[in-house]
């Protein structure tokens, strides 16, 4: 029996060796990641008694502070503009952990970074060399988002197409980051609790975190594909005068938005905003071109916008088109197997404006310590390339059209060549959003804009020119003056 | 010569195992309430008392008697304490009723249990008790569900754990049948290949710790006891009968009664799921193990420091998923440090099987070690996503009242070999 007990006890000590792999994996290898993790909020109550960084907007407004507290913890955050900026510096809470810019600078904000470590005798000292992070929103478009939305669903996107700078981020409903960041846990709790019961789910960033049916702003992409192909030219091909397109496969006609009747060559098509003349350059140019664009615009891929949890905006792949045309005819209008956030859109408005590349888009414009000293500053980097630039300058010029003849006139800017595309989105049951991006000026852009007015009850008429273009009209008036 | 030294040997163990306890147990009032534990005074004092009892027990009772598994067991159980008053101090003042229940049996099983061989008497009073006891919470009107496990029973106003005691008892009983059987059951009858089978009929015993594993699975609900118990009789009967073809078959046996459970039983598959892919339900099925990984990574290598975690957000930390508060606030040294306890534990124990010369005492020490063990790794395992979780107490450091005493007994059982063991040959340990 003595040989089948020491092999007992060699097998328990193979187990418990097993064991001790596992917790150096867990505790030393993987530490970092799982500490990292978006769902551990140990960081975060950490660093909630400690000095922590101010969040600014480009003008140098507070949108975080911490001041001072009684009680179990000696700080407590503050927000000075309540839910203005909510979606993007996010809360700091003890029970929730962070969002937004308090969570992406979370290790700048609370003094943890090599940069702002200063020498040896702070770090004995356990003195935090905290710094404070500056943002590229400007609180003036911001407001005019907010106020010119109003109390309906909806998200605006500003930026600076040239470096990605991201000018006003808005989504309504919202929230006051102060009431879960409180020190009291019980109230914050409540809080919390009560956001998260609410159906409106004002917790969510739906800017960036939320896709969207794009409806016909996708026929930019669409006609961005064509362009690149060269299958399409401003002149090439005149699509036929049609009310009805039927794609291959099937008999069922994608009409036109009030049943008109439509069809000529791209600028004019894409002035009155002409479903069956997409639909038909769509299934024209096959899965893989359509695909391939609008994953050169971005889709597909998570926009690297320096925010948690952006949301990718999906298209399906080419694959799952073939021997599928009715699909892919929809999905070149916006519609069935392609869904966009807010802030792809206005990405894909951006490449547009900025000679075909994307850039990086990004809320943090530098990063200073203490003494006031610019520790980082962010550099405007491309991130992905949508179009070459005659293909791009084209696309500007059918878009200037929209604005100037078609379905945007009302995203003029007065005295500004202003480029734009409505879209409606149709859901199925009578609904739709109402969409709109545009640019401007047309001829040296300076900011883009993507504007969604989310469909609601009662509102079975919304379209994108009549309800979305004044509110990115006032947001461009606003940023242009923002950004001279 | 020999039994003083051992006992003085456990004398100094179990001084700095106090000396262990009362530094973190100060820690972790410094860290939580920045003052020193204002029961230090009556802490150390029944702390010293408790273990001081336990040992005038050994010197008394069994004086020859391994001299190191009371002190190991007295700084988990120390240790466990510390991180069960940090945490919820009613149940601390709880726990310490335990212990000293649990050492009082420690004694009373030393001073009623003379000789070891005086258990293989009542073999079948053990096994009608250790059956009962498995099946108890089953009843009407007695058993009781909690967390979803059928396990506890409720006689008035006292609720207790009957397998707990179930393991011990079940030990005894199987370490005297296979003693007895053990000739006819090591026969080899047939030949397959190169493999030589025991008699068909003899995995008779085999079906039925099988089946009677499987109901306490399927019926209790409870994974880790099931698991515990079939092990336990497995390796058990390998060790008597030097069989490993019994170990083969109840490896496929109980894998296919796994199979089978997991097939049929949401319970089972919710456990599988979450072992595999916890990330994908954090914030329900998953949370308890995903909040123990952060919690443990959190400690990293050297720990929080004692008091300084975050541990208080897991579901059941202070029975279950004790070890992840361990781990966060000790770090990498301190979940380490307790798995070289039960290591060492599991080797004292091993080695008064290998120097037991009366059979029924060397399988009744392997049997003991082997719950010791497996128990130990069943639920780190679990904690640490190894192996699936599956609700278990850790020996010794785990709250409740049941645990804590069955394992007492466990250890006395032990000294109470090894100090047979002495008497049988004093030479065998210079």
């Not at chain 1, 893989?288 to 609008?294: I, N, W």
């Not at chain 2, 009073?125 to 058993?143: H, K, R």
């Not at chain 2, 466990?410 to 340990?429: M, Q």
């Amino acid at each position: 029996m003595n040989r089948q007990i020491r092999r007992l006890g060699a097998g328990l000590l193979v187990l418990f060796g097993a064991l001790f792999v596992q917790l150096n994996v867990i505790q030393v290898l993987r530490a970092d990641s799982y500490n990292d993790n978006p769902n551990n909020t140990r960081a975060i109550v950490r660093d909630f008694s400690r000095p922590r960084g101010q969040i600014l907007a480009a003008d140098g407004t507070v949108l975080a502070r911490s001041v001072p507290s009684e009680g179990r913890f000696e700080r407590q955050r503050e927000y000075p503009e309540g839910e203005l900026f909510a979606g993007v510096t996010g809360y700091f809470s003890f029970i929730a952990g962070a969002d937004g810019v308090e969570r992406t600078y979370n290790d700048v904000l609370a003094g943890r970074t090599s940069e702002t470590a200063g020498d040896l005798g702070e770090l004995l000292l356990g003195e935090p060399r905290t710094a404070d992070v500056t943002l590229t929103i400007a609180p003036e478009v911001q407001r005019v988002a907010r106020d010119s939305l109003g109390a309906t669903r909806g998200s605006v996107v500003a930026l600076d197409p040239r470096d990605g700078a991201v000018l006003a981020l808005w989504n309504f409903p919202s929230y006051d980051p102060g009431l879960l960041s409180s020190v009291d846990i019980e109230a914050a709790q409540a809080a919390r609790d009560a956001l998260l019961a609410d159906e409106a789910n004002p917790l969510l960033p739906a800017s960036y975190r939320e896709t969207f049916f794009p409806g016909s702003t996708f026929k930019v992409v669409t006609a961005a594909a064509g362009l690149s192909s060269g299958q399409v030219t401003a002149a090439s091909p005149r699509y036929p005068s049609s009310s009805g397109y039927v794609p291959p496969l099937t008999t069922t006609p994608i009409n036109n938005f009030g049943g008109g009747t439509c069809g000529d060559a791209l600028f004019a098509i894409l002035q009155v905003s002409c479903n069956t003349a997409f639909a038909q350059m769509g299934v024209d140019l096959g899965a893989e071109v359509l695909v391939g664009q609008a994953e050169a615009f971005g889709f597909n891929d998570v926009p690297p916008l320096d925010l948690p949890r952006v949301e990718v905006s999906p298209i399906a792949d080419v694959a799952s088109f073939t021997q599928n045309a009715p699909v892919l005819a929809m999905t070149a209008i916006g519609q069935n197997a392609v869904r966009s956030t807010p802030l792809q859109m206005a990405l894909v408005a951006a490449g547009v404006a900025n000679g075909g590349q994307v850039m990086v888009p990004h809320v943090m414009a530098d990063v200073r310590d203490q003494d006031g000293e610019v520790v980082d500053r962010f550099e405007p980097t491309v991130w992905t390339r949508g179009t070459s630039a005659a293909v791009a300058s084209t696309l500007t010029d059918a878009m200037t059209g929209v604005v100037e003849r078609g379905t945007a006139t009302r995203l003029a800017v007065p005295g500004v060549p202003t480029a734009g595309k409505t879209g409606t989105a149709q859901l199925g049951n009578g609904l739709s959003h109402a969409w709109i991006i545009g640019f401007a000026p047309s001829d040296a852009p300076r900011v883009a804009v993507a504007v969604i007015v989310e469909a609601q009850p009662g509102a079975s008429e919304q379209t994108g020119g009549r309800v979305a273009a004044p509110i990115a009209q006032a947001v461009l008036s606003a940023a242009l003056e923002a950004r001279p | 010569m020999i039994p003083v030294v051992r006992r003085n040997t456990e004398l100094g163990l179990i001084l700095l195992a106090i000396t262990i306890t009362a530094a973190t147990y100060t820690l972790a009032s410094l860290a939580t309430t920045a003052d020193l534990p204002a029961d230090i005074g009556p802490f150390l004092g029944v702390v010293l008392a408790l273990l001081a009892g336990a040992h005038v027990a050994t010197r008394r009772l069994a004086p020859a008697g391994d001299g190191v598994l009371l002190p190991i067991a007295g700084l988990l159980n120390g240790l466990g304490y510390v991180w069960i008053a940090r945490l919820d101090e009613e149940l601390a003042a709880l726990q310490a009723t335990w212990t000293a229940v649990g050492i009082l049996a420690f004694v009373v099983t030393l001073a009623v249990v003379r000789r070891p061989r005086d258990l293989e008497r009542y073999r079948y009073t053990f096994m009608l008790a250790g059956v009962g006891l498995l099946l108890l919470p089953l009843l009407p009107v007695v058993g009781k569900t909690v967390n979803g496990a059928r396990i506890w029973v409720e006689l008035g106003p006292i609720s207790f754990q009957p397998g707990e005691f179930a393991k011990i008892i079940l030990a005894v009983f199987f370490a005297s049948y296979l003693v007895d059987k053990r000739e006819v059951l090591g026969m080899a009858a047939n030949r397959l290949g190169p493999v030589t089978l025991p008699e068909l009929r003899h995995f008779g015993p085999v079906v039925l710790a099988w089946a009677a594993s499987l109901l306490v699975m399927t019926a209790q609900r409870d994974l880790g006891s099931s698991l515990l118990f079939f092990a336990l009789f497995v390796v058990m009967l390998w060790v008597a009968t030097e069989r490993a073809s019994y170990l083969v078959v109840s490896g496929l046996l109980f894998s296919g009664g796994a199979f089978v459970a997991w097939r049929l039983f949401d319970h089972v598959q919710r456990r599988i799921a979450v072992w595999l892919d916890p990330w994908s339900d954090v914030s329900d099925q998953g949370f308890q193990v995903v909040q123990a990984t952060f919690a443990l990574a959190w400690g990293g290598v050297a720990g929080t420091g004692p008091g300084l975690g975050n541990p208080d957000r897991i579901p059941l930390i202070e029975t279950d998923f004790i070890f992840a508060a361990i781990g966060e606030e000790l770090g990498l040294l301190g979940s380490v440090g307790v798995l070289v306890a039960y290591l060492l534990m599991v080797g004292a124990g091993l080695r008064i099987a290998l120097r037991a010369e009366v059979p029924f005492n060397k399988l009744l020490a392997t049997g003991l070690t082997a719950i010791l063990g497996i128990q130990s790794f069943i639920i780190i395992g679990g904690v640490t996503r190894l192996v699936p979780l599956t609700g278990i107490t850790l020996p010794f450091v785990s709250y409740g009242g049941s645990s804590l005493i069955a394992n007492y007994i466990l250890l006395a059982l032990l000294i109470r070999i090894s100090d047979d063991n002495a008497a049988a040959e004093p030479d065998a340990l210079a």
